[in-house]
């Protein structure tokens, strides 16, 4: 049997809790101690830290929490489609802006959008929403975090290949009840 799209598991424009993995491939290590090559890899946690908090500044999405295994990763997600529909458009769009930037400073850090930035998207009314439903989609939180990620080890190893195993693994949690027997399991 096929699996379902999470498109219909995952709806954007509804709340949803859910425990999110992704694991790695070829051996890479995200922390902790390379037992074949000998190197110690902890230097990436802030790395990936960081982009964690500037997800969760600019996506409509709340992380609950979080662990960094040495070859995979788990993140307990909440959509907040609720919460972007309150944001005025050009909240949506320097949000975006911040995810995508079409500018970057000397340290790779996006920077604020200028007026006409914001007018790109602000004044095509189509383009507008489709950046408002992906604010709070769980997808392209996922696509963002997993790119950016995967750049740093493939730059310190000078390789060209994937870094993720295959898609992430989503599960949704249907109740607060869950939560801590998720937890209790890890």
């Not at 946690?45 to 040495?70: P, T």
């Not at 604020?112 to 189509?126: A, G, H």
Request: net charge neutral; charged share 30%; aromatic share 6%.
């Amino acid at each position: 049997m096929a699996r379902m799209a999470r498109a219909e598991v995952f709806a954007p424009d509804e709340v949803a809790v859910v425990h999110v993995m992704n694991r790695v491939v070829r051996r890479c290590y995200l922390l902790g101690n390379d037992p074949v090559s000998g190197k110690n890899y902890d230097h990436r946690k802030v790395m990936i830290e960081l982009q964690l908090q500037r997800l969760a500044g600019a996506f409509g999405i709340d992380l609950l929490g979080f662990a960094i295994m040495s070859n995979h990763f788990h993140l307990i997600l909440r959509s907040r489609p609720d919460v972007v529909s309150t944001w005025d458009d050009t909240e949506v769009v320097r949000r975006w802006l911040l995810i995508c930037p079409v500018w970057k400073n000397s340290a790779g850090d996006p920077e604020e959008p200028n007026e006409v930035e914001l007018n790109s998207i602000r004044n095509d009314r189509r383009k507008l929403e489709t950046v408002r439903l992906r604010l709070s989609d769980l997808g392209g939180w996922m696509r963002v975090l997993c790119q950016d990620i995967a750049v740093r080890p493939n730059r310190e190893d000078e390789e060209l290949d994937k870094v993720w195993q295959s898609r992430f693994r989503a599960v949704l949690l249907l109740d607060e009840a869950a939560l801590p027997k998720l937890i209790q399991n890890q």
